[in-house]
């Protein structure tokens, strides 16, 4: 199923929400690496500021500045791995038809029909468009030596910018571009690999044959990849760091022994969230479980990084977590963790709609806490705040406007009747200051409801491109 962000009011998340140790050295991975092994088990997840001396509701507006991505960036490429992807000025994205996408789906949610061949556009600055190609393809883009790396739910493949010269794959899911432009890492299920730009020939960078659970990919910090095991004969989460600068540097940056209370879940326990903040990766880890699926328990670590972006030093930031999302900011000298640690976790099988009312606060110079009104969600999170579409910022506790409330409600993103309708803003994505978005309207059909599941049809898909925060909405295609 494609990536996609799903914007509902308050009345969508009430329904959402019905679904119911020690730390060692960092360590070289070119020996260690070769006994991991997969496992079939998908237990894994998917993925205010407060003054001085006293805690108060964020009353701000939402800022509207520029958002800072963290995905890789090779020269003249923006929004590397997106749904549209930036090259020398031109923007290239799928064009969904009618057939493209299911028209049933539960919380009205729907599968791309990965068989439908779609239309790779190219769209130049002064808005004339041009169809490079049609294949079978939708989720993210990548782009690397001059070739774009594309797939299905079912087959990974590249092609050049004119989709000539296909290389098929099998099953890959490309997970990040090199920023020289030389290669991208994907993932088959089992093994990382760095696919050569140039040649297209696969270099095997992390096996699985022994008996661990499969990695999981928490993403991108500081221009290095990041994933995570659990080796679960040493009761050990392993965190691993494979730089995206063309040096093929992999190594251990953390290799966590798992609090006791985690340790009868060891081969659940996954590395959910990272963010760096100067020279330290903060990182979320915990589990998913139960029959609604929802994060268990974890923690925040930290590992500081040396002059050369080298692990040099770890330890634990914060123990318990009831929820993966956090926001590591540095104001006034001193460096905030924003946390939850007493709301019912994130549910691993829908991506979160909407930010947590509150969380905690907790200042890592004196270990101090306190409650905050700031309504956490997750760096680049896209959530509806007061009825705006915004996006959470990186390393602050503030979110940047996309659509304001007055475009929104136009819309009908109030979703005041979700027993009859729902209005949803998907497929978010933000290329400098343009933002693209799909606005899609759906009416309920009970005929299709699985238990408490609620299922809806699709009426309408509109993809929409506009200035970050302004009205100037342009309708680009529908589906």
């Given at each position: 199923?494609?990536?996609?962000?799903?914007?509902?009011?308050?009345?969508?998340?009430?329904?959402?929400?019905?679904?119911?140790?020690?730390?060692?050295?960092?360590?070289?991975?070119?020996?260690?690496?070769?006994?991991?092994?997969?496992?079939?088990?998908?237990?894994?997840?998917?993925?205010?500021?407060?003054?001085?001396?006293?805690?108060?509701?964020?009353?701000?507006?939402?800022?509207?500045?520029?958002?800072?991505?963290?995905?890789?960036?090779?020269?003249?490429?923006?929004?590397?791995?997106?749904?549209?992807?930036?090259?020398?000025?031109?923007?290239?994205?799928?064009?969904?038809?009618?057939?493209?996408?299911?028209?049933?789906?539960?919380?009205?949610?729907?599968?791309?029909?990965?068989?439908?061949?779609?239309?790779?556009?190219?769209?130049?600055?002064?808005?004339?468009?041009?169809?490079?190609?049609?294949?079978?393809?939708?989720?993210?883009?990548?782009?690397?030596?001059?070739?774009?790396?594309?797939?299905?739910?079912?087959?990974?493949?590249?092609?050049?910018?004119?989709?000539?010269?296909?290389?098929?794959?099998?099953?890959?899911?490309?997970?990040?571009?090199?920023?020289?432009?030389?290669?991208?890492?994907?993932?088959?299920?089992?093994?990382?690999?760095?696919?050569?730009?140039?040649?297209?020939?696969?270099?095997?960078?992390?096996?699985?044959?022994?008996?661990?659970?499969?990695?999981?990919?928490?993403?991108?910090?500081?221009?290095?990849?990041?994933?995570?095991?659990?080796?679960?004969?040493?009761?050990?989460?392993?965190?691993?760091?494979?730089?995206?600068?063309?040096?093929?540097?992999?190594?251990?940056?953390?290799?966590?022994?798992?609090?006791?209370?985690?340790?009868?879940?060891?081969?659940?326990?996954?590395?959910?969230?990272?963010?760096?903040?100067?020279?330290?990766?903060?990182?979320?880890?915990?589990?998913?479980?139960?029959?609604?699926?929802?994060?268990?328990?974890?923690?925040?670590?930290?590992?500081?990084?040396?002059?050369?972006?080298?692990?040099?030093?770890?330890?634990?930031?914060?123990?318990?977590?009831t929820a993966e999302e956090f926001v590591a900011e540095e104001r006034d000298g001193a460096v905030r963790l924003y946390f939850i640690?007493?709301?019912?976790?994130?549910?691993?099988?829908?991506?979160?709609?909407?930010?947590?009312?509150?969380?905690?606060?907790?200042?890592?110079?004196?270990?101090?806490?306190?409650?905050?009104?700031?309504?956490?969600?997750?760096?680049?999170?896209?959530?509806?705040?007061?009825?705006?579409?915004?996006?959470?910022?990186?390393?602050?506790?503030?979110?940047?406007?996309?659509?304001?409330?007055?475009?929104?409600?136009?819309?009908?993103?109030?979703?005041?009747?979700?027993?009859?309708?729902?209005?949803?803003?998907?497929?978010?994505?933000?290329?400098?200051?343009?933002?693209?978005?799909?606005?899609?309207?759906?009416?309920?059909?009970?005929?299709?409801?699985?238990?408490?599941?609620?299922?809806?049809?699709?009426?309408?898909?509109?993809?929409?491109?506009?200035?970050?925060?302004?009205?100037?909405?342009?309708?680009?295609?529908?589906?």
């Amino acid at each position: 199923m494609r990536k996609r962000w799903y914007i509902l009011a308050a009345a969508a998340s009430v329904v959402l929400a019905a679904a119911a140790c020690s730390s060692g050295s960092p360590g070289d991975l070119e020996s260690g690496l070769e006994t991991l092994a997969g496992s079939e088990d998908e237990s894994g997840s998917l993925e205010a500021r407060e003054d001085q001396g006293e805690t108060e509701t964020d009353s701000r507006e939402p800022s509207t500045a520029e958002p800072q991505g963290e995905k890789s960036v090779q020269e003249g490429i923006l929004n590397n791995g997106g749904s549209v992807v930036r090259f020398q000025g031109n923007d290239y994205y799928w064009r969904y038809s009618a057939d493209s996408v299911e028209k049933e789906g539960l919380f009205a949610r729907y599968y791309v029909k990965e068989e439908t061949p779609n239309q790779m556009v190219c769209r130049r600055p002064d808005g004339t468009e041009e169809v490079l190609f049609e294949m079978a393809g939708s989720k993210e883009i990548f782009m690397a030596g001059g070739r774009l790396y594309l797939s299905s739910d079912t087959e990974s493949y590249s092609v050049n910018l004119d989709g000539g010269d296909r290389k098929d794959y099998g099953y890959m899911r490309w997970l990040a571009a090199e920023d020289s432009g030389s290669g991208v890492v994907g993932y088959d299920g089992q093994k990382i690999y760095r696919i050569d730009g140039e040649s297209g020939g696969q270099e095997e960078l992390a096996g699985s044959p022994g008996d661990m659970y499969r990695y999981y990919f928490p993403g991108i910090a500081g221009n290095c990849l990041y994933f995570s095991f659990c080796d679960t004969q040493d009761q050990c989460l392993v965190l691993c760091q494979y730089k995206l600068d063309g040096s093929g540097e992999l190594v251990e940056a953390d290799r966590f022994s798992l609090p006791e209370d985690l340790r009868d879940a060891a081969g659940n326990v996954i590395v959910t969230q990272v963010s760096r903040l100067g020279d330290t990766l903060f990182y979320s880890y915990g589990y998913y479980g139960g029959t609604g699926g929802f994060f268990q328990s974890g923690g925040i670590n930290y590992v500081r990084l040396d002059g050369n972006g080298e692990p040099a030093e770890s330890g634990v930031s914060v123990f318990p977590i009831t929820a993966e999302e956090f926001v590591a900011e540095e104001r006034d000298g001193a460096v905030r963790l924003y946390f939850i640690q007493d709301e019912t976790g994130s549910y691993v099988g829908y991506e979160q709609d909407g930010a947590y009312p509150g969380c905690t606060v907790m200042n890592l110079q004196t270990g101090e806490t306190e409650a905050s009104d700031f309504p956490l969600s997750r760096p680049k999170a896209v959530v509806n705040i007061e009825g705006a579409i915004c996006m959470e910022e990186e390393n602050q506790a503030a979110y940047t406007t996309l659509i304001p409330q007055s475009l929104a409600q136009a819309y009908g993103c109030d979703n005041e009747d979700m027993e009859q309708q729902a209005t949803m803003i998907i497929d978010v994505e933000v290329i400098g200051d343009q933002v693209y978005y799909t606005v899609e309207k759906s009416s309920r059909y009970q005929e299709g409801d699985v238990g408490w599941r609620p299922c809806y049809r699709r009426e309408s898909s509109d993809r929409y491109k506009m200035t970050v925060g302004g009205e100037d909405a342009s309708l680009l295609f529908s589906y």
